[in-house]
């Protein structure tokens, strides 16, 4: 039997490719999804790509009797990453309370429960959006951070500090908060992907659905911004080479006795592209002609943003190794699977 390691929001798209790279290297996962976000076939989709079928439980983590039940049931526990949480910027600005109680209550219920149940390790989802529109590129992990832009940037600054408290008084935790930049792409086998509800507001969905005929045209939002063709630079990191950043933050929590309690590191490429450098990419790499028009700037975005990755590059061992040509053939590839297209 290999190491327990709970991946909650396991089902949703950094979760379940997080699984697939945990099981390939021999941890037993554990996962709990409400499947507010994603459907129980990832579930089989994962075992088809494993050959190993995660443990599923579904409930939702403000439950905190029902997740009482479940560590008492899974005594093995010894690490758990934590991605089950609401991510809509648009929605979080329409419902604050119902984003700042999901991703708060069930942060502090999980935490709860790890001094209760003697789970000592955690890696927490964060986020680039900490540093809102920084002042110098690339950022580190220590750029200042700015004022969160919406209610869902803030759970994640939040959320960050309750683990910087909670870490100096409770003495057997140890915890890895991963700030990830933009995760694009799918698993090389097409099996799971990212498969947002509705009307995708991130742009790749936004380009594999275009090219797929679900959406008549993408909008590119801007293109009078200070960058080299006007429109906004973001550090897209491949979804596989990020969950292997989990495998990494978990095994350096298990296994090193010096490091430091609380730990974040910038998780992307160190490179940025602009949004009609990833339209460019895309059609190159897929042989597909993209219907776009530029409209106007979005509100809340940011112009430039791309990270240092010298920290989880030396300290980590961790490098983003996939292009984003193949990065959004992948995605592609995927879009193509499930809405059957040749
Ligand atoms: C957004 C959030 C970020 C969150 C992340 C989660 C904002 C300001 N930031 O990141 O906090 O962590 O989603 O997934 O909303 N674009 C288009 N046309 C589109 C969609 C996007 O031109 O139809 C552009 C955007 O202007 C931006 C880039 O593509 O320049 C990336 O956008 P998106 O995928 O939404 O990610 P972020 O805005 O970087």
């Not at 089902?11 to 697939?20: D, E, P, R, W």
């Not at 009482?68 to 979080?92: D, N, P, Q």
């Not at 832009?149 to 870490?167: F, Q």
């Not at 298990?254 to 490429?269: A, C, K, P, Q, V």
Request: proline share 4%.
């Amino acid at each position: 039997m290999g190491r327990q390691v709970l991946v909650t929001g396991g089902t949703g798209y950094i979760g379940s490719h997080t699984v697939v790279e945990l099981q390939a290297v021999g941890f037993e996962v554990i996962i709990i999804d409400d499947l507010s976000n994603s459907t129980a076939d990832v579930v089989d989709n994962i075992e088809r790509i494993s050959g190993i079928r995660p443990v599923f439980e579904e409930f939702n983590l403000l439950d905190l009797g029902r997740l009482e039940t479940f560590f008492e049931k899974y005594r093995g526990i010894e690490a758990i990453i934590h991605f089950a949480a609401f991510k809509s910027v648009g929605e979080s600005v329409e419902k604050p309370l119902y984003y700042y109680r999901n991703n708060l209550v069930s942060l502090m219920n999980i935490l709860d429960c790890m001094s209760k149940y003697n789970v000592p390790n955690l890696v927490f989802s964060s986020s680039c959006t900490v540093y809102g529109q920084p002042d110098q590129l690339p950022v580190t992990e220590n750029t200042p951070k700015k004022d969160a832009e919406s209610p869902y940037g803030n759970t994640k600054a939040i959320s960050e500090e309750i683990l910087r408290d909670v870490v100096k008084v409770a003495r057997e935790l140890n915890v890895i908060a991963l700030r990830y930049f933009n995760p694009i792409g799918a698993h090389p086998s097409a099996l799971i992907g990212e498969l947002p509800r509705g009307i995708p507001n991130n742009l790749v969905p936004f380009i594999t659905q275009t090219a797929a005929g679900i959406r008549q045209q993408l909008s590119v939002f801007g293109d009078d911004y200070n960058t080299t063709d006007g429109s906004c630079v973001r550090d897209y990191i491949n979804v596989v080479d990020l969950a292997k950043a989990h495998v990494i933050a978990i095994n350096r929590l298990i296994t090193s006795i010096n490091i430091d309690r609380y730990e974040f590191f910038n998780i992307g490429t160190g490179k940025g592209a602009s949004v009609l450098e990833v339209v460019k990419t895309f059609e190159e790499a897929t042989g597909v002609k993209l219907n776009y028009k530029i409209v106007d700037r979005r509100p809340g975005d940011v112009e430039k943003i791309y990270a240092d990755t010298t920290i989880a590059n030396t300290v980590l061992g961790w490098k983003a190794q996939t292009s984003l040509y193949d990065t959004l053939l992948s995605a592609w590839n995927w879009e193509k699977r499930i809405r059957n297209i040749d």
